[in-house]
């Protein structure tokens, strides 16, 4: 006869095979997809959602000076190629991360801004958030505002997403944990007293009642690797913009709220 | 060594200091414990939900059992969440600051684990 002990561990090893709580693997269904903002405090909710009221709009409205004022030696604004950022930027920040067919990379909207800065007004690239730059992206991400999500998959981004989607699902760092372990394993569970959102960057950039700022996504990628004990990597690095990439991919039809607000 | 699912040796030569553990384990900077369970703490505001409640962990787990589960929970449960708080081997990108030390220490490991025996 097997002594109880023995059965208790083959009993424990059978558990582990139907395996609970660990490693599902499994992507949130796309129809139980929910925002950050849906986490929230109702009032935080409205505070995002009432234009006099989210502290991001005044990023939106010095984007929107910034938009038409002449920079760079080629002294040439945004708006003398662009014109109206209402009809001529509308959906674009909805589908960014996008491949730049200069560089054969994917580069994310901070990164297209700073071409532009770069190729065409001969102006000197903005630093990662620094005031202008975060002003410029969320001027550009409120023309998406409303619009659904729009991630490529061509065979030229599809690379990137997939180095994007292994960077999500490994674990890193001294804790040695994966986004995947908390954003799709575990969200709506606390984690002391933050409650896990599924990651999608669905608000970006946004303000941030506890930066007191705003921050771009990479700002809030930093925060969870530097959580987990990680090295985080460069602002800009194809890491991160792969990063980027994916989360959008995962998050592909959802309606875009940024500038958002968060606790 | 690991032997009938746990560690039968303390890490660190001598018994642990249970008063010494139960403020490791709710240290959200030194045990991080609490971010992911809860358990009898109720002067603790914000305790976890990914993980079960420590309550009871003494009659559940002996000493050794506990002992195995906190330094080297994935040799249990290789896709756990929890980390392994004794092991240095088997990780990426560690921030340099955490790179080459386990998340406690022998000493650390075995003051909770006389803090867990005292949860009946």
Redesign the interface.
């Known amino acids: 006869m097997m002594r109880p002990r023995r059965l208790r561990?083959i009993m424990?090893c059978m558990a582990?095979l139907l395996?609970g709580?660990?490693?599902s693997g499994d992507e949130i269904p796309l129809a139980a997809r929910k925002s950050g903002s849906e986490f929230m405090s109702r009032q935080t909710q409205d505070m995002q959602n009432d234009d006099t009221s989210n502290p991001a709009m005044l990023w939106v409205l010095e984007g929107e000076t910034l938009w038409s004022k002449p920079a760079g030696t080629a002294n040439k604004s945004c708006s003398s190629c662009h014109r109206d950022a209402a009809t001529s930027m509308k959906g674009v920040a909805a589908s960014y991360p996008a491949f730049d067919e200069t560089s054969s990379k994917v580069i994310n909207l901070e990164q297209r801004i700073n071409l532009c800065r770069t190729e065409q007004q001969k102006a000197s690239p903005l630093a990662y958030e620094s005031r202008d730059l975060l002003a410029l992206t969320a001027y550009l991400a409120r023309q998406s505002k409303g619009m659904p999500i729009e991630a490529k998959d061509d065979s030229r981004t599809r690379p990137f997403r997939e180095a994007g989607e292994k960077l999500y699902s490994?674990?890193?760092?001294?804790?040695?944990?994966s986004c995947a372990?908390c954003h799709t394993?575990?969200w709506g569970?606390?984690?002391?007293?933050a409650l896990?959102p599924q990651a999608h960057p669905t608000a970006y950039p946004l303000y941030r009642l506890e930066w007191q700022t705003v921050g771009s996504l990479q700002r809030r990628l930093r925060n969870c690797m530097?959580g987990m004990?990680?090295?985080?990597y460069a602002y800009g690095d194809q890491e991160f913009v792969n990063l980027e990439l994916y989360l959008m991919w995962r998050a592909r039809g959802m309606t875009m709220e940024a500038p958002g607000v968060r606790p | 060594m690991v032997e009938d699912g746990g560690i039968a040796k303390s890490l660190s030569g001598s018994p642990g200091d249970a008063a010494r553990g139960r403020a490791i384990v709710v240290n959200r900077q030194t045990g991080l414990c609490l971010l992911c369970h809860s358990g009898p703490f109720p002067e603790e505001r914000f305790q976890g939900t990914l993980a079960p409640s420590l309550a009871g962990a003494g009659v559940r787990l002996n000493e050794s059992q506990l002992r195995l589960r906190i330094a080297d929970g994935r040799r249990l449960h290789p896709d756990t969440i929890m980390p392994s708080y004794y092991r240095t081997d088997g990780l990426t990108r560690v921030a340099p600051g955490f790179a080459g030390k386990p998340i406690l220490n022998a000493d650390q490991i075995e003051d909770v684990i006389a803090f867990l025996m005292t949860l009946r």
Do not use: H, T
């Not at chain 1, 569970?189 to 007293?193: E, I, T």
């Open positions: 561990m424990a582990v395996a709580p660990f490693a490994e674990r890193v760092g001294q804790l040695n944990l372990q394993d575990n569970q606390k984690l002391g007293s896990l530097i004990r990680a090295e985080p």
